[in-house]
Structure formats: structure tokens, C-alpha cells
């Protein structure tokens, strides 16, 4: 089962995330961590996100490039924290797949749920803003709109945190699942 969780900064999202996979039971939890540390704030918001996962039993895996060659154990449950730090890693970074981002990212997402009995995805809602952007944030704002709305499409569920509040997009029970 696949979950894609929005939102804007500060909406809820990560909690509404962590809340799904611990929903799933007992399984191996798996934390995806894509920030890579490189200055005070994010090594803050790192902070925050550890103290907020303690004790709820996941497994951090760091992961700033390269996802489809990431391994874990069969039928864990992962938690992939954040798409769009994962699609800027991998259009700036050396070692990133520049031009190549939304294959390469995809490729990625194909992997874990190769693997893992449940994926959740989260991401940013930083589309609303209606602001003139260079051309590097142009293509970072359509590399990760595109792999956003592939996600959405393979989803089974698309969830939306406004203000701390769920709003569902796409659902099991709306596809007739349940």
C-alpha cells in the first residue's frame, strides 16, 4: 500500500505520517531520512524530527541520492521523509542524477514498494505561491510536481494536513477497497 502525505511547512504532516505507519501494527518501521545536514537549521529540524520518532521504534536510514538502491527487510513498513529534499539532493548533488531526477526517483519509489508491505510518502505543498522563480527553482518546483503527481496516481491513498487537519484526496474506501 502506497500513502502520499501533503502539506505546507508546519501543516502536520509529519506527525499525520508517523501516525499512519504506527497505524499498521507491529511491523519493522523504516525512517527514510533524505536531509542532508549541511547547516545549523537543518541539523535543528533533524533534531526535532529524531525527538518526535523516539520510542515509536523505527530504524532511521539515511538516504540523500540513489533510492532504488536502497534495501530493506521484506514487509517492513517505511516512512520516506521528504520527497522534496530528495528531489533537490538529487538535482544538485554530485553524486545526484541531475536531468534524470523524476526517473531516477521513481525508480526509487518502485523499489520500496517492491519491498515494504506499506510506503509513506511525504511531501511539500510549495506550488501556491505566486512567485517568479529562477530557472533552477523552475525546474527543481517541475521535477517535483511531476514526481508528486506520479505518486498521487500510483497511490492508494493521497492525504492533504492543513492546520494539523487531514483531508483525504484519495482514499481505499473511496476506490471501493475496504
Excluded at 527514510?32 to 549541511?38: E, G, Y
Excluded at 533534531?47 to 523505527?58: C, I, L, N, V
Aim: net charge negative; with cysteine.
Amino acid at each position: 500500500m502506497l500513502t502520499l502525505v501533503t502539506g505546507g511547512s508546519g501543516s502536520g504532516k509529519s506527525a499525520f505520517a508517523e501516525d499512519k505507519v504506527l497505524s499498521y501494527g507491529e511491523a519493522e518501521r523504516i525512517y527514510i531520512a533524505t536531509m542532508h545536514p549541511f547547516d545549523g537549521e537543518s541539523h535543528k529540524r533533524i533534531e526535532r524530527h529524531r525527538k518526535m520518532r523516539a520510542g515509536k521504534g523505527f530504524e532511521t536510514v539515511e538516504c540523500y541520492t540513489g533510492l532504488k538502491k536502497v534495501v530493506l527487510p521484506k514487509g517492513c513498513v517505511v516512512l520516506l521523509e521528504c520527497m522534496s529534499n530528495l528531489v533537490a539532493n538529487e538535482m544538485f548533488e554530485e553524486r545526484g542524477a541531475h536531468e534524470q531526477t523524476v526517473q531516477e526517483i521513481m525508480a526509487g519509489v518502485e523499489n520500496l514498494l517492491q519491498q515494504a508491505a506499506h510506503v509513506v510518502i511525504v511531501t511539500n505543498e510549495i506550488f501556491s505561491d505566486a512567485v517568479a522563480f529562477d530557472r533552477e527553482m523552475d525546474t527543481y518546483l517541475k521535477y517535483l510536481g511531476k514526481i508528486n503527481q506520479e505518486i498521487a496516481g500510483k497511490a492508494d491513498e493521497v492525504t492533504e494536513v492543513v492546520y494539523g487537519i487531514p483531508v483525504q484526496h484519495k482514499s481505499v474506501k473511496s476506490q471501493g477497497y475496504e
